[in-house]
């Protein structure tokens, strides 16, 4: 049970790795380049537990309940994917009520302006649309096929 942990654990902290990575590259704070070498160093003390607890107890790998692992982590990885797509939805929202990005047209409509949407966040969002399909159709096929027949 302890390696399923550190798995997901794992992997969580992986993708908030990646999260701090692209938010440094894009935005170059200081902030996002020390989450990026903390997390870094977390991932390194996460992978290295886990090789020396599989190394001393392998037995520990044989008692592993694969398809709820990987049901786990197909939903952790759903989730993910799911509010990296929702705040960039809230961001882009946010910044079209903004006054310095619309004006109003000569019949008073609103006209947004190139500037609410960013180049990067429309690869991001289209990006992740097809891992969120892929991974969340495993998802919620294996959660339907519990609720079926009572086993992932």
């Known amino acids: 049970m302890i390696i399923a942990f550190l798995i997901i654990g794992l992997i969580v902290s992986f993708s908030i790795h990646i999260r701090y990575l692209t938010r440094y590259v894009i935005d170059k704070e200081k902030k996002y380049l020390r989450g990026f070498l903390n997390t870094a160093i977390i991932n390194i003390l996460v992978a290295l537990t886990l090789s020396i607890l599989v190394m001393l107890k392998p037995q520990l790998v044989n008692e592993l309940d694969m398809g709820l692992l990987l049901w786990g982590i197909a939903g952790i990885i759903m989730l993910i994917m799911l509010t990296i797509q929702v705040s960039i939805l809230k961001t882009i929202y946010k910044r079209a009520q903004q006054p310095e990005n619309y004006h109003h047209n000569f019949f008073g409509k609103k006209v947004l302006h190139p500037t609410v949407v960013k180049q ?27 609720f079926l027949y009572g086993h992932l």
Not at 125 to 141: D, Q, R
């Open 120 to 146: 990067h966040e429309v690869l991001t969002f289209f990006g992740t649309i097809p891992v969120f399909l892929l991974i969340g159709s495993y998802f919620v096929a294996r959660l339907i096929n519990l």
